[in-house]
């Protein structure tokens, strides 16, 4: 995907919402990745296929529940 994307390690961090391409790289490389969660691969795709519009309709839902919520923009967003 990152390929795909053309994204740095940092952008897909960003997408993914892990802290930075160095924990990016514990899921992706090494004689034993880490496995990534469901959710943190439906958050990825979200990200990726929907509008800024329905995201920020998603955060707002967020914050209504409680969440203190900053949700980066992504720099380029590629179609899926």
Same mark, same amino acid.
């Given at each position: 995907m990152k390929?795909?994307?053309g994204?740095?390690?940092e952008q897909m961090a960003d997408l993914f919402g892990v802290a930075?391409?160095?924990?990016? %790289?514990?899921?992706t490389g &090494? #004689?034993?990745?880490r496995e990534m969660?469901?959710?943190m691969l439906f958050f990825g795709a979200a990200r990726l296929v929907l509008t800024d519009e329905q995201l920020a309709s998603v955060v707002? %839902?967020?914050?209504?529940? &409680? #969440?203190e919520v900053d949700l980066p923009r992504l720099d380029d967003?590629?179609?899926a």
């Open positions: 390929d795909e994307l994204f740095t390690g930075g391409g160095q924990q990016w %790289r514990k899921y &090494g #004689a034993t990745p969660s469901p959710h707002q %839902r967020m914050r209504q529940a &409680g #969440a967003k590629s179609p």
